[in-house]
């Protein structure tokens, strides 16, 4: 029986060797596996637009500027940077400089805000060899100052690891297994870490070179980072055969220095134009600064003026309403479908109505014809004007009066014009000291301009 047993591990002796030569023949010749031939591949990606979360949220709003019809607003900006220090202490963990990252969030919204570099070296140089002056230069109204503030690290730092393992003998082994043992075993382990980077920034009139009150924004965001380990090994009867991997990701800094100053700039630019800009972001409430500033407006309008403000805030928005500066049926109608029962426009109304405005191509397409109506509407009148200005000596010369007809070209512009406003051409007031100079928007007031 020994003699029987011995026999038949010889076999198993054989089969394994057998059986072992091959893949070990196989593993050299792989070229995967050959440690003379290791290699490694690197992964190559073709230059693609450089896109964030806000990147569609600074279109839409400089289209928001062209559709409530702000002033038109050039900004200029100084050099913002780290004030920190961090950036140098660190090796660039943080931007040194993100003014190129301010003048291409300013450059990107368009409509009625304008960026206007500060290079004065630049124009210096330009004016030494001839080829420029200071001539046709664009003015600034404000000026961006600002710079990162804050970069905390290690504000939270946590850890997590997982082991588990088992291991067991087997008394029937074959005699020529180094081991006995047969085992499994397992380890996880997980690693993170939070930092929080600010931005300040303040607008500043060019003129007076003093802040403008409440045109700053002080904004902060979160990063992390993290480090994950995986290992899984397997032991029969003496070899250990295992797995391991880990992994390390960092959330980039400087692309969330970008975000900040993007979200800044549509807080700002926003807050001076007097438009509801948090319709733009998402989960964001309304801004308390520029609602202040609404109801102020509000209380300073008269009610003709709040009427026709209304209808054009409603013809925009693709409501059939004649801009007439009168409550009429027609706009009655649609201003309950913001407020059941509405009689009047009161604050409130006047408030749902002006945040309720799409921010889409139609809407402008409504707003340019709208323009256009009020342009032509105004070119009519001051010809009618003229003429009535020279009509005396007209009717000397023995002209009727009745040829030139005056109120028939404005009917009939004002009758072809989408708002149809032949009832009442509604005013564009001038104020003083800043105020809103037309349309639906315009830079903030101090109090002792309201």
Known sequence: MKHFTGGIL????????????????????CATVDPRKVDVELKEEPPAQKTTSFTEALTKLGMMTEIYGTEALRVQSKDIADNTGTAGATGGEIPRDVTEMLKSTLNSIGGKVTFIPYNPAFIQNQ??????????????????????????RGLETRGNNVDVGAAGDFTGAPKWAPSTTVGAE???GAKTGLASITVDFNMIDFQTMAGIAKMQTVNTIRVSKAVSEKEL????????????GSIKKVQGRHAAVRLL?????????GKYLMVPYWNLLPEADSDPVVMAALKKSYYDMDEATRIVKVQELLFIQGHDVTVSGEMDQGTLKVLQNFKPGAKTIDKDLYLAVFQAVPITDEVLERRIALNKAYAAISD????????QDTQPQTAEQGIPEESVEPSKGASEVAAASPARAEEKKPSKEKKTGGSVKEGLGGRMLTDDEW
Not at 127 to 152: A, H, L, Q, R, W
Not at 380 to 387: A, H, I
Request: net charge negative.
């Open 261 to 269: 100053v993007q979200l800044s700039m549509i807080q700002v630019i």
């Open 10 to 29: 010889n076999s198993i002796e054989i089969r394994f060797v057998v059986l072992l030569l091959p893949v070990l023949f196989f593993l050299v010749s």
């Open 233 to 244: 090994g397997i032991t029969l009867f003496g070899p250990t055969f295992g797995l391991k």
């Open 186 to 188: 397992y380890s996880e």
């Open 127 to 152: 004016m030494v060899t001839g080829y420029s002056t200071f001539e046709n230069k664009t003015i600034p109204d404000v000026v961006i100052t600002g710079g990162i503030t804050e970069f905390d």
């Open 380 to 387: 009519v009148t001051d010809s009618v004007s003229s003429v």
